[in-house]
């Protein structure tokens, strides 16, 4: 039996959506409507819900309608467990799952895998490799049971060797921490490695059918551990506490790592037209997502298998009409339930509307249902 990630999606006050009640479909919910109408305010309703924080604004206050005093995100996912979100200007955030408060934001992560693809995901090359590292992380902690702890533990003993080293403690006194650190750090570093590589073989063939002109290009993995090649991570911590000492800081280390896959030998960025950046974007996406059901399928929990959300804003920006087709194509094929925006309203001739699909058009805030709105 397939398990519906989300079933049951109601929003209320937030930005311009004031009450709205959506049945999305299984597989791909196309949102279409002009500019200002409330469409990426309908992806921020899901990803509030699975991350608990929104993709726009760091502090909530600017989310809730104005004039209102909270806003309210409810949903039903899985096997109808229900979900809610709840943010009041004075007394601030909280989140249900199956009734039960959620204190840590990672339990509501492995219940809702989801990827977020903005307008500007061509930018992915641009933006540093912090971006990278958290994209790469998302697929190492839906596939890799320990991925969490290790990372958890490492940013925790990084804390107090960085707090150490701010403090001008002694040398024994910072390299205390050294053990545990590199302990975790190559851990780490051994499970996203590994990761990258199942995922390029999953990116290759995806990218090549959304690309086709780059079918018999070369692909490869250019990882960065975050210290320095051939050395153990322990024995870079002790030969540069100095260095560390005067940055007041630690700087080797996985939270510096950073990775690309480099086509026929070249980093995207220099080869690719915007285009071509966010069809590599979207496939590495895509890609993340199958390497997640077929992680979970191979580990026998097929009934379970997570299907994850992907939501696309603005699918148009930058893609002719043939490779939006190609996205839509490749998206009908995933197993995930996608959600995806455009202004576009021709866009919906792109799909089948099936039990499998769903459009819903957004005016002033109002979302239909293009089925409901025919009968
Ligand atoms: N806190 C708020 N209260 C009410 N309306 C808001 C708030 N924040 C933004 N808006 C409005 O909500 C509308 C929907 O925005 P958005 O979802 O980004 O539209 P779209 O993605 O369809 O172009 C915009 O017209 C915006 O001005
Ligand atoms: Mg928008």
């Not at 692909?219 to 940055?247: A, F, H, I, P």
């Not at 690309?260 to 070249?266: E, R």
Request: with cysteine.
């Amino acid at each position: 039996m397939d398990l519906l990630v989300l079933n049951q999606l109601t929003i209320s006050n937030l930005r311009n959506i004031s009450d709205v009640t959506i049945r999305p479909a299984h597989g791909i919910n196309l949102i279409l409507g002009d500019n200002g109408s409330g469409k990426t305010t309908l992806l921020e309703a899901i990803h509030l819900l699975a991350l608990g924080r929104s993709f726009r604004t760091r502090t909530l206050k600017n989310a809730v309608q104005f004039g209102q005093q909270k806003l309210q995100i409810v949903a039903k996912i899985k096997n109808d467990i229900p979900v809610g979100l709840l943010f009041d200007l004075t007394d601030g955030l909280q989140i249900r799952l199956n009734s039960a408060r959620v204190k840590k934001l990672s339990e509501l992560a492995s219940q809702l895998p989801l990827q977020m693809i903005p307008a500007n995901c061509h930018q992915f090359f641009e933006q540093g490799p912090r971006y990278r590292r958290q994209l790469l992380d998302w697929g190492v902690f839906h596939v890799e049971p320990d991925f969490n702890y290790h990372w958890q533990s490492y940013r925790r003993v990084l804390q107090q060797r960085n707090s150490a080293l701010r403090q001008c403690k002694q040398n024994d006194e910072i390299q205390l921490w050294d053990n545990h650190l590199a302990n975790h750090g190559e851990q780490i570093s051994r499970l996203r490695q590994q990761y990258l590589e199942s995922l390029l073989d999953h990116f290759k063939a995806i990218f090549s059918r959304l690309c086709p002109e780059y079918l018999s290009a070369t692909y490869s993995l250019r990882y960065q551990s975050g210290w320095q090649k051939e050395q153990s991570l322990k024995d870079v911590l002790s030969t540069t506490v100095e260095r560390d000492k005067q940055l007041a800081y630690t700087r080797s280390g996985c939270h510096a790592a950073d990775w690309t896959f480099k086509v026929n030998d070249s980093d995207p960025s220099t080869i690719f037209s915007r285009g071509q950046q966010k069809l590599f974007f979207l496939a590495l996406c895509m890609a993340q997502q199958q390497a997640v059901v077929v992680n979970s399928i191979a580990k026998g929990n097929a009934a379970m298998s997570e299907i994850g959300i992907i939501i696309i804003d603005d699918i148009s920006s930058e893609l002719d009409d043939q490779h939006q087709m190609l996205v839509l194509t490749e998206l009908a094929n995933l197993h995930a339930q996608s959600f995806i925006t455009s202004t576009d309203l021709s866009l919906s001739k792109s799909i089948k509307t099936t039990e499998q699909n769903a459009v819903f058009h957004v005016k002033q805030g109002v979302v239909s249902n293009k089925d409901e709105t025919l009968s």
